[in-house]
């Protein structure tokens, strides 16, 4: 089944205390994102990736990392969380060079830093 | 700066009508536009796309406008369901294969 897979599902962490939330995507797709949802702010974006060794920022970077050494994976780094970084966070992915950038998300991670 | 609004009160219609959803925006000139239905919860999943040559497609109850002109795009379901009630996004291409999101509007569609 064709999907975007992410870990943890549910994280509660405590301010200061790295983690990282594993992305994954079986499409082949080179294109792959991060976003954060927050009410009333929509979907934003993180940081993205057009391929391998390839990310750049999205509009609210700070206070994230991110890496793409495989085309399947991209996870996302939280060095030091903040209580601000409690959100609901979604990976999606796409082609590059198709028609249009229809794009496959994730789950979602829902996020708590106390 | 570029904005993209879509009304942010929940669109309560009586099952068997027709919803429609706006999404307006400004300072963009997309080359298309997306719609994104969303349950709670869970991640955005893709329902259509418009090309900004295009003036309307559908997709069995689903239509989509999109006028370049207005800066605006109508999303309309016929013949609403219960199954019909999500939150639907619009997203417009912004280049580079990044997209922009509205807010959403709740959609619920009663008995």
């Known amino acids: 089944e064709a999907q975007v897979t992410q870990n943890p599902r549910y994280l509660i962490t405590v301010t200061g205390k790295k983690l990282t939330v594993t992305c994954s995507q079986n499409?082949?797709?080179?294109?792959m994102s991060w976003y954060r949802q927050d009410p009333g702010l929509g979907l934003r974006q993180i940081y993205y990736?057009?391929?391998?060794?390839?990310?750049d920022k999205g509009d609210v970077p700070e206070g994230y990392k991110v890496s793409r050494k495989e085309k399947r994976n991209f996870p996302l780094i939280l060095e030091s969380p903040s209580p601000n970084q409690t959100s609901l966070y979604f990976c999606?992915?796409?082609?590059?060079?198709?028609?249009?950038?229809?794009?496959?998300f994730g789950p979602g991670t829902r996020l708590t830093v106390l | 700066s570029q904005k993209i609004e879509q009304n942010s009160e929940a669109l309560n219609i009586q099952e068997g009508k027709t919803a429609t959803l706006t999404c307006n925006y400004t300072n963009y000139s997309p080359a298309y536009l997306q719609w994104y239905r969303q349950d709670p919860g869970r991640g955005p999943v893709f329902l259509l796309l418009?090309?900004?040559?295009?003036k309307e497609k559908r997709k069995e109850r689903l239509k989509v406008t999109f006028d370049t002109t207005l800066k605006q795009s109508l999303f309309h379901i016929t013949a609403s369901q219960p199954a019909d009630s999500a939150t639907y996004l619009c997203?417009?291409?912004?280049?580079?294969?990044?997209?922009?999101f509205g807010t959403g509007t709740q959609l619920k569609v009663e008995l």
């Open positions: 999606a992915s796409s082609l590059i060079g198709h028609s249009y950038n229809e794009q496959f």
């Open positions: 499409m082949n797709h080179e294109y």
């Open positions: 997203a417009l291409e912004r280049g580079g294969n990044k997209l922009t």
């Open positions: 990736s057009m391929n391998v060794e390839v990310t």
């Open positions: 418009i090309r900004e040559n295009e």
